[in-house]
């Protein structure tokens, strides 16, 4: 079996920043046929690059556009001294829309358009969270030497996607938290809005 490349995604920093890490594991014949090493490729930085990129979809005046951002080399964390494996990579929400490079994929909205629509919603100086579905794609292929060869030998793909509701979970139990059970005489509207809240989210958490 060839190598399998599983990643954990998850949120981190209070719902403000997304954390992706390698977590194949070794190679094994039974338990992890897919890991690294064995009759898989050991995944040595010397022999191979590793290639991430990150997508997201934000509305831009109305219109649903895909933003793309390499992940720089050297901004990925190793814990192995040669090797990829256990990679590591953490960014802020705010790093990824004002650090970043970025590729929009719609041509109907230029990309000073988009800068001056982002910084009407967030602020570069503050941290923020942005909720919604990211796909994270990670690339390796054979680089003898660090050299990145036109047809490389090796080629390995492979997408993961990831549906941030951080934000949204917080504000739903904000809500839930605010809700007066014990008041007979009370308006139940509040109540019929938390449950509305905790409906929609238990629906997009099944999507």
Known sequence: MALDLKLKISTANNCTGIVIQDVTGPYHSESNPGGWGGFNINGNRSQFTLNLTIRFYILINDKVVAVTAS???ENIYYPSED????FKYSLSFNQFLFSLPLTLSSTE???????KEIS?????SEEFSLDGIYEVSARIISSPGGLI???PQYRYAKSFEYKNICQTEKRVHSL???VNLGCEDCDDSDIEKALLAKSLLTSIKAI
Do not use: H, N
């Open 71 to 73: 992940v720089p080399y």
């Open 176 to 178: 839930l938290a605010t």
């Open 120 to 124: 009407k919603k967030y602020s570069s």
């Open 149 to 151: 060869l036109d047809t």
């Open 83 to 86: 090797g990829y494996r256990g």
């Open 109 to 115: 909205i230029s990309q000073g358009d988009f800068d």
